[in-house]
């Protein structure tokens, strides 16, 4: 499971933000000369230019007084309340991951600081788990890995019958089926349709969730079974210790020696992808060449108006990485301009219409494909 195949996909909890979540927040509220102890280290008044310049292995950075710690405690603390002897380990990576036969979580070390934080932003335009309610939502599917390893849990008969061949290759896409009642929905982009680990991992989640009433939500469902398998499990494993206690730290960022302007480059690279053409045809039925129109907006500063916005509730919706659909946006602005197209309808209207668009166009691009997996 090294490293992240979930990382492909962004958060739809991105916009939890907007109800005034601390993780983020945090970084407008302190001011450069008031860094809290915990924060304060050589390079964070650097510009982005010279902080790029950086190795990640030189930036000493701790998960001991960072936004990460409670987050973890809470983890540690939920397992605990169900009757899990068990926490696993964390150290800061590249990515979010759980190495196999490892039962610990890497996390990225963008999330130990908020200087970095906001170069994640600007690089990527979002912070993957930079929210209480999506930090502890990845933490949560990535214990269910670490525990799944810790026990040896994949290696049950009925672990089998139910999620599958855990040796099963990771594919290099998947296509989720959005209606199926056969998974649990936790993670973004139907994570849990990618893999039988992953379905695991999701399906734990769901169960350690306070206050997820999974037995009323999944009613009818049959993905209902599975989570019934994971109460009685964990009834089952409550107070006994793992079988796998290594505490291995697989890829630490003490041994990244790649500064963060490369490591920006590859993240970029690994969510590019060939989107087809946007048709012309869809960006008339929002736009037009009509001389009428001629005093109206054109469609390009219209579009790079309602940019971030769009961006947000597409990902929202689709599970598709922000930095995805920017260049599909970018894609329409520049085809605009050529078209030489104007804003034809009220905004309110091409705004709405923009957004429809753009959906069915990542929509068929995820049904035929995209979910590719990095393994
Ligand atoms: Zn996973």
Avoid at 13 to 22: A, D, I, Q, Y
Avoid at 214 to 239: C, F, P, S, T, V
Avoid at 324 to 352: G, Q, S, W, Y
């Amino acid at each position: 499971m090294a490293p992240s195949p979930e990382s492909v996909f962004r958060s739809y909890e991105f916009c939890s933000k907007k109800r005034g979540v601390p993780g983020w927040t945090l970084l407008q509220i302190i001011p450069s000369d008031a860094c809290p102890v915990s924060y304060r280290v050589p390079w964070y008044r650097l510009s982005d230019e010279h902080l790029l310049d950086l190795r990640i292995c030189d930036l000493a950075l701790k998960i001991k007084g960072s936004f990460l710690e409670p987050h973890i405690k809470r983890l540690y603390s939920e397992l605990n309340d169900r009757g899990i002897r068990f926490k696993p380990h964390v150290w800061l990576s590249e990515e979010w991951f759980s190495p196999d036969g490892v039962p610990g979580i890497a996390i990225p070390f963008y999330l130990a600081h908020p200087r970095l934080m906001k170069l994640e932003r600007k690089q990527m335009l979002e912070v993957e788990g930079g929210t209480d309610t999506e930090c502890l939502r990845i933490l949560r599917h990535e214990a269910g890995h670490a525990l799944d390893t810790a026990f040896r849990l994949h290696f049950k008969r009925k672990w089998r019958e139910l999620f599958g061949s855990f040796a099963q290759r990771y594919p290099d896409f998947y296509k989720p089926k959005p209606k199926s009642r056969r998974y649990v929905l936790h993670l973004p982009a139907w994570y849990a349709q990618a893999h039988p680990a992953e379905d695991f991992a999701e399906t734990f989640a769901v169960w350690l969730t306070p206050r997820s009433r999974w037995r009323r939500r999944y009613k009818g469902w049959q993905a209902l079974n599975k989570l019934e398998y994971i109460d009685e499990l964990m009834n089952e494993l409550a107070g006994t210790k793992p079988r796998n206690r290594t505490r291995t730290k697989v890829e630490p960022i003490s041994e990244i020696r790649t500064t963060l302007r490369e490591h920006y480059r590859h993240k970029r690279e690994k969510y590019d992808f060939d989107w087809p053409e946007v048709y012309d045809r869809d960006l008339r039925r929002i736009f037009s060449d009509d001389p009428r129109h001629k005093t109206r907006p054109s469609a390009a500063s219209f579009l790079r108006t309602v940019r971030r916005e769009v961006r947000q509730i597409v990902a929202e919706g689709t599970g598709v990485h922000q930095y995805t659909i920017d260049h599909v946006l970018e894609n329409m602005i520049n085809r605009c301009k050529e078209l030489r197209l104007r804003v034809a309808t009220p905004t309110r209207e091409a705004r709405r219409r923009v957004m429809i668009v753009l959906t069915v166009q990542v929509m068929n691009v995820l049904h035929s494909g995209y979910h590719r997996i990095a393994v």
